[in-house]
């Protein structure tokens, strides 16, 4: 089995012209810059489309001038929340959105990131689970899968798809409080 | 935290689009694969009307996704020659 680099790796590796490191970091970042534009700042789908490729060119074009490598989720969510903000105030520019709406949601966007880290830090638990776990975990909640889908992707009888997913869920909980786990820091990593 | 707030969370990071993923992960090849197509479009005047027709097919052609802002960026530097 492969030990999957660390952040700091992978950045270092996108950094030498890589492309397989820079697929891998689009691929284990896309979830947070996703939800960040989505839940946090509630951008409509064709607007969170296009915003979700502005973050991913300017971190492209950008890497260079992040200062610690292992921050790159902290600048990217730093980036992402501008590029978020630019979109709504152009949204507002254009009056596809009102004013009023744009400064609502940017007041509780800082509450809803805090609960997009939760989930980042949920999520990380969840990857030192088991695969039989994780992937039933992430089918159901994060996937929305139904327990006919689930069960014919994995070959499994539907009826012991809802008792696996306690036994995980319970299995997770344990792991999530056992080590402490709390949201990753949201400090800008950039200059 | 219980596993209630625990499944909440697990539903705050669905999966992005795929098709999104994959125009964010191709962008260093994109970007290679369109300076390439600029330069042969300098060198034939007849390939770069071609291009400037049917972007979106030239994109695909190169093996690319023919994702809005690639199709932009093309026709927009086609247009600077």
């Known amino acids: 089995?492969?030990?999957?680099?660390?952040?700091?790796?992978?950045?270092?590796?996108?950094?030498?012209?890589?492309?397989?490191?820079?697929?891998?970091?689009?691929?284990?970042?896309?979830?947070?810059?996703?939800?960040?534009?989505?839940?946090?700042?509630?951008?409509?789908?064709?607007?969170?489309?296009?915003?979700?490729?502005?973050?991913?060119?300017?971190?492209?074009?950008?890497?260079?001038?992040?200062?610690?490598?292992?921050?790159?989720?902290?600048?990217?969510?730093?980036?992402?929340?501008?590029?978020?903000?630019?979109?709504?105030?152009?949204?507002?520019?254009?009056?596809?959105?009102?004013?009023?709406?744009?400064?609502?949601?940017?007041?509780?966007?800082?509450?809803?990131?805090?609960?997009?880290?939760?989930a980042v830090a949920v999520r990380a638990a969840l990857a030192e689970l088991p695969d039989h776990c994780s992937e039933v975990l992430d089918r159901f909640f994060a996937r929305d899968e139904s327990y006919a889908t689930i069960g014919a992707a994995l070959d499994v009888p539907q009826g012991t798809i809802a008792s696996r997913i306690s036994r995980c869920l319970g299995k997770l909980r344990e792991k999530f409080e056992h080590e402490g786990r709390s949201p990753a820091p949201t400090a800008s990593g950039g200059r | 935290m219980n596993e209630e707030r625990i499944a909440e969370l697990l539903g705050e990071l669905p999966p992005a689009p795929g098709a999104w993923v994959r125009a964010a992960s191709e962008l260093p090849r994109a970007r290679r694969e369109i300076g390439r197509l600029v330069s042969l479009a300098e060198a034939d005047g007849a390939f770069r009307d071609a291009l400037l027709a049917d972007t979106t097919a030239a994109l695909r052609g190169a093996g690319l996704e023919p994702a809005p802002r690639a199709v932009a960026q093309l026709r927009e530097r086609l247009r600077q020659h």
Not at chain 1, 20 to 36: K, M, Q, T
Not at chain 1, 62 to 87: G, K, S, V
Not at chain 1, 103 to 118: S, T
């Open chain 1, 1 to 118: 089995m492969s030990i999957a680099p660390t952040d700091a790796e992978l950045v270092a590796r996108c950094r030498t012209g890589d492309d397989d490191a820079w697929e891998l970091l689009v691929e284990r970042f896309s979830r947070y810059v996703h939800a960040i534009l989505t839940r946090a700042f509630s951008l409509p789908s064709h607007t969170a489309e296009d915003a979700f490729q502005e973050v991913f060119t300017r971190a492209y074009e950008h890497l260079d001038r992040l200062r610690d490598d292992a921050a790159i989720r902290p600048w990217l969510a730093q980036l992402t929340r501008r590029i978020a903000i630019d979109a709504l105030r152009a949204a507002a520019r254009e009056h596809t959105i009102d004013v009023a709406e744009v400064e609502r949601i940017d007041a509780g966007a800082e509450e809803r990131i805090e609960r997009v880290e939760q």
